[in-house]
């Protein structure tokens, strides 16, 4: 019997061990194709906010040739997509840092003298050293959850050339509308810079933004029943342009000397 009970107990032990390695091996797994298809995700996100997807656009194969680009996510933002990594005072930051894998959430955690951030520039022309767009991830609170996604600029960065929002939990059919068509097209071509230069973002509205009005370049037409999504989208936005303001200032200064 007391064989009988050890051979039990051992062979318990070995079946516990097996499966917690081949768990381990899963897990592991896994993860890394959690990780890979998290990039693959982040990277579709920033070519359609830099215009190199066009919204609306489902088959890549249709349209003008163009709109072709993108077939391949990973070959289009390999040819038109420079990333790299700056701090808080808006210095570009060499290092062994991935652009692609940095947190603003995390970095916010940090003492401001440690944060590192990414950027994401469109080129002109493959393996131009000119820029067209730059495009910078945003993140914030709506009405229910933290939302997620990616801002891109013209290289006057004033003019927004796109935005996305890839991932929150806001209410279907009411602030969940952030990630449709609709919504985000509304955002192409408004400004984030007052005729002074200022930094003043842009707004969404309850409603529609009428043209005539002073400041409507500033002005997003909001979703009907999802005001409060709608703010939290104006204050994230705003937030997350602060940050990357003495990047962006730097550009400028250069554009006019």
Not at 194 to 205: A, H, Y
Request: hydrophobic share 40%; charged share 25%; aromatic share 8%.
């Amino acid at each position: 019997m007391r064989q009988s009970n050890a051979y039990t107990f051992g062979f318990i032990t070995v079946i516990a061990v097996a499966a917690a390695l081949i768990l381990s091996v899963a897990s592991q797994a896994l993860r890394d194709r959690q990780m890979l298809n998290m990039e693959a995700d982040m990277k579709r996100n920033i070519v359609a906010a830099v215009g190199l997807m066009p919204q609306g656009v489902t088959d890549c194969r249709r349209g003008p040739l163009s709109e072709k680009l993108c077939c391949d996510i990973t070959a289009c933002y390999r040819d038109h997509i420079v990333s790299l990594v700056i701090n808080s005072r808006g210095e570009i930051v060499k290092g062994d840092q991935i652009p692609e894998r940095i947190s603003i959430e995390a970095e916010m955690d940090k003492p401001e003298e440690q944060r590192l951030f990414p950027v994401f520039l469109r080129r002109k022309e493959t393996n131009s050293n000119e820029y067209i767009s730059y495009c910078i991830p945003i993140v914030g609170k709506g009405l229910w959850s933290t939302l997620y996604g990616y801002l891109a600029l013209q290289s006057d960065l004033n003019t927004i050339t796109g935005i996305t929002f890839y991932k929150h939990g806001e209410t279907p059919g009411l602030g969940a509308e952030i990630e449709k068509d609709w919504f985000q097209k509304n955002f192409i071509g408004k400004k984030i810079l007052d005729d002074k230069g200022n930094l003043v973002s842009v707004t969404v509205v309850k409603g529609n933004v009428s043209e005539a009005l002073p400041g409507a370049v500033h002005k997003v037409d909001g979703i009907s029943g999802a005001t409060l999504t709608g703010n939290g989208v104006t204050k994230l936005i705003k937030k997350n342009l602060l940050i990357y303001e003495p990047y962006f200032k730097t550009i400028r200064r250069r554009m006019v000397q």
